[in-house]
């Protein structure tokens, strides 16, 4: 049974109100009804919540099972930890990865923060694109992944963090190099260094182009990787901003009005142990402060 409905659950439970529950999870309400729909199919169409007006309530059903998934989960919570503090056992490892422009000063300040609350965590970090990384997700090599992309795998479920602002790496004597800024569509048919297979994608939703009207001249999985091909003149690049390192044979102009969204990716019926769960929320709760703030 998917662990995280019986969380969901358990919280709506609580709160008997979607809205309330969905901020608590940060989650839509959308999703959120989603997973008791599922969990309740799962039951075999037993209906855990009824409708009192525009409040919910509980069943009967809801009732019984609410008090055995609280069990339930409060028993795994204690089994995870006492295994999480008995000295004898390896550590903790976090298997978390990123796409390039995302461990910067906040999730890196979390993760070293993380560290010394919890002396047994360790964090194996894993750069690459988005699509790499969903990839490990699935075959459950890693926990978690920040990445610049959502699909509509069920197997997959995704967390809104913020958004990002991107640049354009150009070499230094491009045509384009001493613009203020660019519309992306001024790009179109420009030889390309594609950092993630999303850019590209993203790139042809803004700019109108097609895969005839855009050269992709190389693929790589890092930012760093596609600057190193630009300053030799092979082509341009889309850069967040964050990646944008100062070179002498490269020039950054602004996108006009380009911004790209940022998600946590889990795998959805998949048990986290609490330690890797917290840093979850930590990490969440921490993007969507600094999008708020700025």
């Known amino acids: 049974m998917n662990y995280n409905y019986l969380r969901y659950f358990s919280v709506l439970a609580e709160v008997e109100h979607y809205r309330v529950a969905a901020a608590r999870l940060g989650i839509s309400q959308p999703a959120l009804s989603l997973a008791i729909q599922n969990l309740e199919n799962s039951l075999g169409g037993v209906k855990l919540f009824k ?3 525009r409040n919910i309530q509980l069943t009967d059903e809801g009732r019984f099972f609410q008090e055995t998934v609280n069990e339930a989960i409060q028993n795994l919570d204690n089994a995870s930890l006492i295994l999480r503090d008995s000295k004898i056992l390896a550590p903790v490892v976090i298997r978390l990865g990123f796409v390039s422009g995302t461990l910067d000063g906040l999730l890196a300040q979390e993760i070293a923060k993380y560290i010394r609350r919890n002396e047994r965590v360790r964090f194996q970090l894993t750069e690459s694109s988005a699509e790499n990384l969903m990839d490990m997700i699935r075959q459950e090599k890693l926990d978690m992944a920040i990445v610049d992309s959502s699909n509509r795998d069920r197997s997959l479920h995704f967390r809104k963090l913020g958004q990002r602002d991107f640049l354009i790496a150009l ?3 491009h045509r384009l190099a001493d613009r203020e800024s660019i519309e992306p569509e001024e790009l179109v048919g420009e030889p390309q260094v594609v950092f993630n297979y999303n850019g590209e994608t993203i790139f042809k939703e803004w700019a109108g182009g097609t895969v005839s009207d855009e050269t992709v001249v190389c693929t790589v999985d890092t930012s760093k990787a596609a600057l190193d091909l630009v300053q030799t003149g092979l082509g ?3 850069i ?3 990646c944008a390192e100062e070179r002498s044979g490269i020039r950054y102009v602004p996108l006009n009005n380009w911004h790209q969204a940022l ?6 019926d998949r048990w986290l142990d609490p330690p890797i769960w917290d840093f979850l929320e930590l ?3 921490a993007f969507r402060a600094r999008n708020i703030s700025q």
């Not at 998600?263 to 959805?268: A, D, G, K, P, T």
């Open 51 to 53: 409708k009192v007006g």
């Open 171 to 173: 070499p230094r004597y």
């Open 236 to 238: 341009i690049a889309f």
């Open 240 to 242: 967040p901003n964050v």
């Open 263 to 268: 998600y946590m990716c889990i795998l959805y």
């Open 283 to 285: 990490a969440v709760k």
